[in-house]
């Protein structure tokens, strides 16, 4: 679809994928490179591109699962132990590798990339929106206002939060800090003010040089407004 400057696209053929990955990689690892892993193979890759020059400024990728059964088969499957996910209502899909362009500063870039989202969630009848939302480094130092204000906040419900997993993971109960907002990532941002909420615990994920924390979206929460002005950028 085409939404003012900027045009969404789903990646087809193989050099497509790759181009989503060299995005990938300049803004997980830097400089040129592709950023690769054994899910890409059962994802669907979006690209969303400048309209006057075709230069992709944002990307990422989503897998569909026709259950909350299945949620164990994705990334965030390989991070969190989500088995108590399994009565959660179906169909649900992945959101992984969101990122924008490093020298890409338009706000207009993430309202875009709901918009292809909200028509991806139509189009497949998608309930719960889940995946990994990033803080940049692996210091939890420059963060914990906004951890702080995850904890107090945002967190999900008991029966519905992912079981430790990983190696090495930070409780969100062990960071000290006053609660804010300004240090919150966009997307996270975004997840947060739909009614989403997060896990109780970070992936420390030194491959990527970041930390992770589970974001769940129940679209039927989403509140009607927002639903509304979502529902107009997928058309």
Not at 72 to 93: E, M, T
Not at 161 to 169: D, I, Q
Not at 201 to 209: F, N, Q, T, W, Y
């Amino acid at each position: 679809m085409t939404k003012g400057r900027y045009v969404v696209r789903v990646a087809v053929t193989r050099a497509e994928v790759r181009r989503a990955q060299r995005l990938r990689h300049l803004c997980f690892r830097g400089g040129p490179g592709v950023d690769a892993d054994r899910f890409d193979d059962l994802c669907e890759h979006v690209v969303i591109e400048r309209a006057r020059d075709g230069r992709a400024v944002a990307c990422f990728r989503v897998m569909h699962m026709a259950s909350a059964r299945e949620a164990g088969r994705g990334y965030a499957g390989a991070q969190y132990d989500l088995r108590g996910w399994a009565g959660q209502a179906g169909p649900v899909s992945e959101l992984g590798r969101f990122c924008l362009h490093p020298q890409v500063m338009d706000a207009d870039v993430l309202r875009v990339a709901w918009g292809a989202l909200a028509r991806i969630a139509v189009d497949r009848g998608v309930r719960v929106l889940f995946g990994c939302s990033s803080f940049e480094g692996v210091d939890i130092a420059p963060h914990a206002a906004a951890l702080v204000a995850l904890r107090e906040k945002y967190l999900g419900p008991t029966d519905l939060r992912p079981g430790v997993m990983a190696r090495e993971v930070v409780h969100l109960a062990d960071v000290a800090g006053t609660p804010a907002m300004a240090g919150m990532p966009p997307l996270l941002r975004s997840y947060l003010g739909m009614g989403g909420w997060v896990g109780d615990h970070l992936v420390v994920d030194r491959d990527l040089g970041s930390l992770h924390v589970f974001t769940a979206l129940d679209l039927a929460v989403i509140p009607a407004r927002r639903a509304q002005a979502l529902m107009a950028l997928a058309e």
